[in-house]
């Protein structure tokens, strides 16, 4: 499965956006999802986890309230909101998939990433 992840940009504190990741070469439709982070200097973190029907999700408690996740099974596409933007929330934002939950080493393929920066 290869994943592309897009939407990424500079944006201000309170401000939203919207994360793709679009996925091929694969079954979409029976992987779970996971979007996770890093910051600079600081280890990969876990942010938000869909399941493959889209009907369980579960966030970081960071994120709580302020992101969603959802999928479209027939675009083969995962989505990240993000709203209420804080300049903590910067960093790369990478799409993955195969893999369970919060567990990072669970999931077996990555997309490259996409950068988002809030600035204060």
């Known amino acids: 499965v290869q994943l592309q992840a897009s939407g990424g940009g500079l944006v201000q504190a309170g401000d939203s956006l919207r994360l793709s990741c679009a996925a091929s070469?694969?079954?979409?439709?029976?992987?779970?999802m996971g979007w996770f982070r890093q910051a600079p200097g600081k280890e990969r973190e876990f942010v938000a986890g869909?399941?493959?029907?889209?009907?369980?999700?579960r966030y970081a408690d960071s994120v709580k309230g302020r992101f969603t996740i959802s999928r479209d099974n027939a675009k083969n596409t995962v989505y990240l909101q993000m709203n209420s933007l804080k300049p903590e929330d910067t960093g790369v934002y990478y799409c993955?998939?195969?893999?369970?939950?919060?567990?990072?080493?669970?999931?077996?393929?990555w997309g490259q990433g996409t950068l988002v920066t809030v600035s204060s």
């Open positions: 869909i399941s493959w029907t889209g009907g369980s999700t």
């Open positions: 070469g694969g079954t979409f439709s029976s992987y779970d």
């Open positions: 993955a998939a195969g893999g369970s939950g919060s567990t990072r080493g669970s999931y077996d393929y």
